[in-house]
């Protein structure tokens, strides 16, 4: 089993920047990519950045250039750096961990993003 729980969400203007970050743990040697996904008000969860245990990353087209999807040496945690925000960015921000058969999800962090 894993366990991820996401911080670093908060009020910004639009421009600014905002870094969540997300910590794995317990079976974290079994985790094969971690990803963030969003879920704006009344849309569906979508995701925004993903990365695998070989380190390849993949990001929604939206956020392609501003959004950058990192993780530490140890693979426990990973982080999402958010550059130029604008009001489109504003949702629950969800971190996920997938091993073989699961994905296991933490509980959101709010980004607000006012113009």
């Known amino acids: 089993q894993v366990r991820v729980v996401e911080s670093g969400g908060g009020l910004v203007q639009a421009g600014g920047s905002l870094r969540l970050s997300c910590a794995a743990s317990?079976?974290?040697?079994?985790?094969?990519?971690m990803g963030w996904f969003r879920q704006a008000p009344g849309k569906q969860r979508e995701l925004v950045a993903s990365?695998?245990?070989?380190?390849?990353?993949n990001y929604a087209g939206s956020v392609k250039g501003r959004f950058t999807i990192s993780r530490d040496n140890a693979r426990t945690t990973v982080y999402l750096q958010m550059n130029s925000l604008n009001s489109e960015d504003t949702a629950v921000y969800y971190c996920?961990?997938?091993?073989?058969?699961?994905?296991?999800w933490g509980k959101g962090t709010l980004v607000t993003v006012s113009s």
């Open positions: 317990g079976s974290i040697d079994s985790i094969t990519a």
């Open positions: 990365i695998n245990s070989g380190g390849l990353r």
């Open positions: 996920s961990a997938q091993i073989p058969g699961m994905t296991y």
